[in-house]
């Protein structure tokens, strides 16, 4: 948690970062001036990891002209993905206040995190923090920082961050209102090895019945209140990409301000997540086509009682993140699949209400469409 000596210790750290990388951005035609500055950067960078427990980052790579690529291939040159690496010990969350402020109301749920994952780094991020931390990890990719600030909803920003700190970053992201019930050292089964696994994902939903529509936007839905990835993972990429193109189109057709929270769910919420991730198995660029027996869809993942893996994604089964909600072959708190209690998904409620609801939480009841979180 980010009380407040380490709020200042990283702010100092952010600061230092900051001047060193407009240092090294002006004296970019000296070339020896500008190694030392790197050689310092790196060194003030490992110095705060240390400090943080973490192993120091890569070497910063040589700056290059970016501006011929899509925003596809500027997130895959800046965030490596090495499926060998191992998840990095970060629990990400967010909130408008801090566990150290009073007005916090998640204590219960935000300690049980800790207590499951001793010896991880547990950060509850703020809107402020969120903007200084991404402006730090995506500033040489404005797009992607113009798309987040544009973003007309709090909810919408919530969701982009957590791709995006996890994109750049990895761990796990939880949201602020669910409960740790088992360590994500023990999601992934022991007969999957770890360093062939990239992305840990839940079922939100499965509900087979004839008018499933009415009740979510996808067949099977994939949850994204709990997400678990090492950094640069292609879905990720490749949602950062989705939304960053289609909240830029429809700022530029002046759509943002009509935006409707009903429609979360396609912009950044579930149902862009899951269709992502569906392409992402159907992806030649990622899967050999060729020696797989049809497509992959709704029907590989309906009625799952135990993990399954694709390529090098681990999908949990509906009770690992969904337990207790008494549908849709959810099985209870204390069966040992459950690994995650989510407070506000446990009503059988239309998608486009629970949304609006999320955002009513946030704010008290009555607003819909808050000015600020
Ligand atoms: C979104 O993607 C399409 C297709 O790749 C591209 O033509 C368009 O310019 C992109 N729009 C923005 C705002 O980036
Ligand atoms: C997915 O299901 C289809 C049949 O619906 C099957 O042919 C295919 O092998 C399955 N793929 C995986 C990875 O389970």
Sequence with gaps: MLNPRRAF????????????????????????SSTES???????????????????????????????????????YQYEYDIESKFPAYIWQTWKYTPGEGEFQFREQEASWSIEHPGFIHEVITDS?????????????????????????PVLKADLFRYLILYARGGIYSDID????????????????????????????DPDRPDWADWYSRRIQFCQWTIQSKPGHPVLRDIISRITNSTLTMKKEGKLSAFQGNRVVDLTGPAVWTDTIMDYFNDERYFDMENSKGKIDYRNFTGMETSKRVGDVVVLPITSFSPGVGQMGAKDYDDPMAFVKHDFEGTWKPESERHIGEVQQELGEGEEAPKEQ
């Design 9 to 32: 210790i990283a702010a100092a750290f952010l600061l230092t970062v900051f001047f060193l990388i407009s240092r090294s951005h002006n004296s970019e035609q000296s070339p020896s």
């Design 129 to 153: 923090v969120a903007d200084t931390l991404l402006q730090l990890l995506y500033g040489s990719i404005p797009e992607v920082l113009e798309a987040y600030h544009a973003l007309p909803l």
């Design 178 to 205: 669910t409960y740790a019930i088992k360590s994500a050292l023990e999601w992934i089964p022991p007969q999957i090895p770890k360093e062939t696994v990239g992305l840990v994902i839940g079922i939100e939903a």
């Design 38 to 76: 790197r050689d310092a950067e790196a060194e003030a960078l490992a110095a705060a990891n240390a400090q943080q427990r973490l192993p120091p980052p890569p070497p910063q790579k040589p700056m290059i002209d970016m501006s011929g690529m899509s925003t596809y291939e500027k997130l895959a």
